[in-house]
């Protein structure tokens, strides 16, 4: 099956670029696509120094849905946005009065992963933090969630008015370039050992499957070969995988019918509010997108946002702004004008209290609820 690649390589413009990232991206793009991906045919995707989250978000979405492995090769920088204090990945317009509205957060990254097969995505990363972010990490970890093997590392912010080089991206690519590609954790392994060879890890956050580590003196010496894993045990059939294959399959009904059984087993086995429970309630709004069907779609994201506000969530948390931001893009690509007026008015009523990042979204519920309505009254 071919495999994906994104080549993603971003950082501001101007004095608030703490790393030269778009420099990578000649060297891996001289790699061959096969070998970037580990499988034998590969489409490779580029962004360079992209203005728009919205651009981005939009490739990551198509990436994360095409069927087979996914490899992302991430180049930046990180900076806090100031009202949240969530992490965000800078891009060409960001400052850091701004971050909140024209960086990429990084918990879109864990969203649109999410529904991947276990082991089907790997993330290499090179990533430098400005200090507020760096002190940050200190205390909460950056991951992309279970499912997702991230590899990289997190360098401290530069010498003041210093330009960093993106010293393990372009290490790895150099690597690759060979024409040969490891597992990824030998990889990772092997591009460490180069970098670290003589100054050492100096500080740098190593990013390992689901493990962040701050660490000055991780670095395995040079000379050492690691073991041959053990052999695993045989895992038991995973929920998500299956759904997957349906979803493929065109089995769409049967994703939906499988996605319920196990938001009943949640439902059941932790209570209402409970994460469990909210992942299933949201595989099944994702699952009814992917079918095609935007108001079940829609529906389905709008339960997911009361369930997390009767929670107790706050109507900023991410997860919140996620689910009526989907709620949201679902409800604008009906076409049943008669279901869409149906459920606007709950729209409108968590718009005005989950408001989201972009400017003007209650209002352009109440415009188009006002088209819907002239509809209604001008049929005969």
Not at 18 to 27: C, E, I, Q, R, Y
Not at 114 to 141: I, K, S, Y
Not at 252 to 260: G, K, N, S, V
Not at 328 to 346: I, K, N, T, Y
Request: with cysteine; aromatic share 4%.
């Amino acid at each position: 099956m071919p495999g994906t690649v994104l080549l993603l390589a971003a950082s501001p413009a101007g004095k608030g670029c703490l790393v030269d990232a778009a420099s990578v991206l000649p060297v891996l793009a001289a790699v061959a696509p096969p070998v970037l991906s580990g499988t034998d045919t590969a489409n490779v995707v580029e962004l360079a120094d992209p203005l728009e989250p919205q651009a981005v978000l939009t490739r990551l979405r198509a990436a994360a849905g095409a069927p087979g492995p996914l490899t992302v090769f991430l180049t930046g920088q990180l900076q806090l946005d100031r009202r949240q204090h969530l992490p965000h990945l800078a891009l060409a317009r960001t400052t850091p009065a701004t971050v909140r509205y024209t960086g990429f957060p990084w918990h879109w990254f864990r969203e649109e992963l999410r529904l991947r097969p276990p082991g089907a995505t790997t993330v290499f990363a090179d990533l430098h933090a400005d200090p507020e972010t760096w002190q940050h990490l200190h205390t909460r970890p950056l991951d992309c969630g279970p499912t997702v093997l991230l590899h990289g590392r997190i360098a401290p912010p530069p010498r003041r008015r210093a330009l960093a080089i993106p010293a393990y991206m372009k290490t790895l690519a150099t690597i690759l370039r060979s024409g040969h590609r490891p597992d990824p954790a030998t990889l990772h392994h092997q591009v460490l050992t180069r970098v670290y060879a003589d100054a050492g890890p100096q500080g740098d956050v190593i990013l390992a499957p689901n493990q962040p580590i701050m660490n000055r003196s991780w670095l395995t010496p040079p000379s050492y070969s690691p073991p041959p894993p053990p052999a695993a045990a045989p895992a038991p059939p995973d929920p998500h995988a299956a759904l997957t294959a349906a979803v493929q399959d065109g089995r769409h009904t049967e994703a939906a019918a499988l996605a319920a059984q196990w938001e009943q087993a949640a439902l059941r086995e932790h209570g209402p509010g409970s994460q469990e429970a909210l992942h299933w309630m949201e595989v099944r709004a994702d699952l009814a997108m992917l079918a095609g069907d935007a108001g079940r779609s829609c529906e389905a994201w709008l339960a997911v946002a009361a369930a997390r506000l009767s929670a107790g969530q706050s109507p900023e948390d991410p997860a919140v702004e996620a689910a009526v931001d989907r709620a949201h893009h679902q409800w604008g690509s009906m076409r049943d004008a008669a279901r869409a007026r149906e459920l606007g008015p709950a729209l409108a009523d968590l718009r005005a209290r989950v408001p989201g990042r972009r400017e003007g979204a209650l209002d352009h519920v109440h415009r188009r609820l006002r088209r819907l309505q002239g509809q209604l009254q001008t049929q005969p």
